[in-house]
Nanobody, 115 residues
Framework: QVQLVESGGGLVQPGGSLRLSCAAN????????MGWYRQAPGKERELVAT???????NVADAVKGRFTISRDNAKNTVVLQMNSLKPEDTAVYYC?????????WGQGTQVTVSS
């Protein structure tokens, strides 16, 4: 069993910053990938950023240069540092982890960027 614990969402003004954290808890032997997706009302869920446990990362063009993703292998945790936030970043952000060929999703955390 795997549980993803998300934190860090909330309301922030344009240009502000938020840090999202996701920790994978449970019977975990090996993580392959971990990262964040987001979904705004009326839109498809889209990739924000992912990082392979070997180190390679993939960041969406829409957030490149503003968001950074990092990991802590020992703690099974991924962090998304979001800077220079824009209103179009408003969405529910979902943590995602691939563990031994299986995909797990967090419950989602709301990020709202508004003045």
């Amino acid at each position: 069993q795997v549980q993803l614990v998300e934190s860090g969402g909330g309301l922030v003004q344009p240009g502000g910053s938020l840090r999202l954290s996701c920790a994978a808890n449970g019977s975990i032997l090996s993580i392959n990938n971990m990262g964040w997706y987001r979904q705004a009302p009326g839109k498809e869920r889209e990739l924000v950023a992912t990082i392979h446990w070997g180190g390679a990362s993939n960041v969406a063009d829409a957030v490149k240069g503003r968001f950074t993703i990092s990991r802590d292998n020992a703690k099974n945790t991924v962090v998304l540092q979001m800077n220079s936030l824009k209103p179009e970043d408003t969405a529910v952000y979902y943590c995602n982890v691939e563990i031994r060929w299986k995909i797990y999703w967090g419950q989602g955390t709301q990020v709202t960027v508004s003045s």
